[in-house]
C-alpha cells in the first residue's frame, strides 16, 4: 500500500471546525500525522501530493443510498454505486434494504458485505430492514442482524405504520443498542399525492402531499422513542413543522437524530417547471419557507446530517406522466457539488455542511470514522469549492441517470478521493499520484 503526503493544503477539522493550512501524512491505510503550516519533504517512500490550497476533510459519509444489488442490477451495482460516491467524494455509504431479496437475513447481510469487498471501491454498509419483506408486520431478527454486520434497521422507502410493532422493534433495539432509522411518511396521508400540497400542485392539476404526512408520523415515532428510550434517527424531514418537532425532543434530552436530503435543502416545489419527473422524490420538494427552515436548522444543529437519498431510476419508471413516475433521483455522485451551494450563497459555514457530512454520521453509527487525526482510518477527500462545471448526466459513473441537477450550474466538487489509504478516484491534474 503507497504512502501520501498530502501537502499545501486547507485542513478542515469537522471535530473542531478548525480551518488550517497544513499536511497530512498516509501509512498504511491509515492517518499518521498531521502537521500545521509547512510540510517537509515527502518522508521515506511516501508520495508527495501538492493540494495547492484546496480544501482536505475526511471523506463524506452517506447514510441514505439505495442499491440494485441484488436484484435489480440494471439499475444500478454496488461497483457503480461505489465508482460514483468515489467520484463524489463519498468514502462510505449506508445502502438500504430495498433489495430483491430484502436485507432481512444475516445471509443477506454476509452477500451484501462480501460483495462489496469483491466489488466497491468505497466502504459500504449495509442496512438491514426492520420487518421482514419489509411489509411492516412481523421484525426480524436484530440481534443476529446486528452480529452479521448490519449497521442500523430501517424499512427504506416505507415506514412502518403499525405503531405496536414499531413500539416492539424500538424496545428490541435499545436492548441491542441499535438505531432505528424511519421514513417518515404516514402512507395514508400520502394517498395519491406526488408532489408538495399546495397552490402550485393544483395549478399543474396534481394531487398534493400535506406536511401532516411528514409530521404526523414524526410525532407518533418520538411519543413512542419517549416510551421506550432507544436511539431513533429521522431519515429525512423536509418542513418547517418537522424541525420543531426534532428541536423539542432534543431540548427534551430525547436520543433522537435526524437528517435531510441535499434535494430539500436546495431545491423547492418550483423545481419540477413543467412536470419534471427527474424532481419527483420521497419526500417531495417543498415550499421555498420550508427549504429556508430546514436550511437555517442545518446550521443550528438541529438537524445532524445530509443524504444524498440516492434512488437510481431507469428510463422505463422515469420517463412518463409526472403522476405515473416513479420515486427518486440520482443525489450521491452530486451530493458535494449541490450542497456546496449553500456554502456560496453564504446559507451554510463550510465546517457546518463538512461536519454533517462526516463526523454526525459517524457519530450517529458508531463508526470510527469522519475525522481528521492520527490514527484515524485514511478515508480523505480533497475538494475544490471554486471549481466550476455544468453537470452531464452522461458523465456520471452511476447506471440510471436520473439526477434533478442535470445541465446545472454547480460550483465545487471531490478532486482527489482516498479511502483506506488507497486513491479510488483522481482529477487529471492528480491523476498521476494515483
Do not use: W
Not at 67 to 82: I, K
Not at 221 to 230: K, P
Not at 384 to 407: A, G, I, M, Q, T
Request: aromatic residues 2%; glycine residues 8%; negative net charge.
Amino acid at each position: 500500500m503507497s504512502s501520501y503526503l498530502l501537502a499545501n493544503a486547507t485542513l478542515l477539522d469537522p471535530e473542531t471546525g478548525a480551518e488550517t493550512a497544513g499536511a497530512v501524512l498516509v501509512r498504511d491505510g491509515r492517518i499518521s500525522d498531521v502537521a500545521s503550516g509547512a510540510a517537509p519533504g515527502a518522508p521515506g517512500d511516501a508520495k508527495r501530493i501538492d493540494c495547492a490550497g484546496r480544501v482536505l476533510a475526511p471523506g463524506l459519509i452517506d447514510m441514505r443510498a439505495f442499491v440494485g444489488e441484488p436484484g435489480a442490477e440494471h439499475r444500478e451495482t454496488l461497483a457503480s454505486a461505489s465508482a460514483a460516491a468515489a467520484a463524489g467524494g463519498v468514502t462510505t455509504l449506508v445502502c438500504m434494504p430495498d433489495t430483491n431479496p430484502v436485507i432481512d437475513g444475516p445471509a443477506i447481510v454476509d452477500f451484501v458485505l462480501r460483495r462489496a469487498r469483491d466489488t466497491a471501491s468505497v466502504n459500504v454498509l449495509p442496512a438491514a430492514a426492520i420487518t421482514k419483506g419489509l411489509a411492516g408486520r412481523e421484525m426480524t431478527e436484530f440481534g443476529l442482524l446486528k452480529e452479521a454486520g448490519a449497521v442500523a434497521f430501517t424499512d427504506g422507502l416505507r415506514a412502518v405504520s403499525n405503531a405496536q410493532v414499531l413500539r416492539r422493534a424500538l424496545t428490541y433495539a435499545r436492548d441491542f443498542d441499535a438505531l432505528i432509522m424511519q421514513h417518515v411518511e404516514e402512507t395514508d396521508l400520502v394517498a395519491e399525492g406526488v408532489m408538495n400540497e399546495g397552490e402550485l400542485a393544483s395549478r399543474l392539476g396534481l394531487m398534493g402531499i400535506p406536511r401532516e404526512a411528514e409530521t404526523v408520523m414524526l410525532e407518533r415515532d418520538i411519543r413512542l422513542v419517549r416510551l421506550t428510550g432507544a436511539r431513533y434517527h429521522a431519515a429525512m424531514i423536509s418542513c418547517a413543522d418537522s424541525v420543531e418537532i426534532v428541536r423539542r425532543a432534543k431540548q427534551d434530552g430525547l436520543p433522537v437524530t435526524c437528517g435531510v436530503s441535499v434535494n430539500n435543502l436546495v431545491l423547492n416545489e418550483n423545481d419540477i417547471g413543467h412536470y419534471r419527473t427527474f424532481c419527483r422524490l420521497s419526500p417531495p420538494l417543498r415550499h421555498e419557507v420550508d427549504r429556508q427552515a430546514v436550511v437555517q436548522a442545518l446550521g443550528e444543529g438541529v438537524i445532524d446530517v445530509v443524504v444524498s437519498d440516492h434512488n437510481p431510476q431507469d428510463v422505463e419508471t422515469k420517463r412518463l406522466p409526472f403522476a405515473e413516475a416513479a420515486d427518486g433521483a440520482l443525489g450521491i455522485e452530486t451530493l458535494l457539488g449541490a450542497s456546496l451551494r449553500l456554502v456560496h450563497t453564504g446559507d451554510l459555514a463550510l465546517s457546518k455542511l463538512i461536519t454533517a457530512l462526516t463526523v454526525n454520521p459517524a457519530r450517529i453509527l458508531g463508526r470510527d470514522a469522519g475525522r481528521l487525526s492520527a490514527g484515524a482510518p485514511a478515508d480523505l477527500v480533497l475538494i475544490d469549492p471554486d471549481l466550476p462545471y455544468v453537470l452531464d448526466k452522461r458523465r456520471l459513473k452511476s447506471r440510471s441517470k436520473n439526477s434533478p441537477f442535470d445541465e446545472a450550474r454547480l460550483q465545487g466538487a471531490a478532486v482527489l478521493t482516498l479511502v483506506g489509504g488507497r486513491i479510488v478516484h483522481a482529477a487529471d491534474d492528480l491523476a498521476a499520484a494515483a
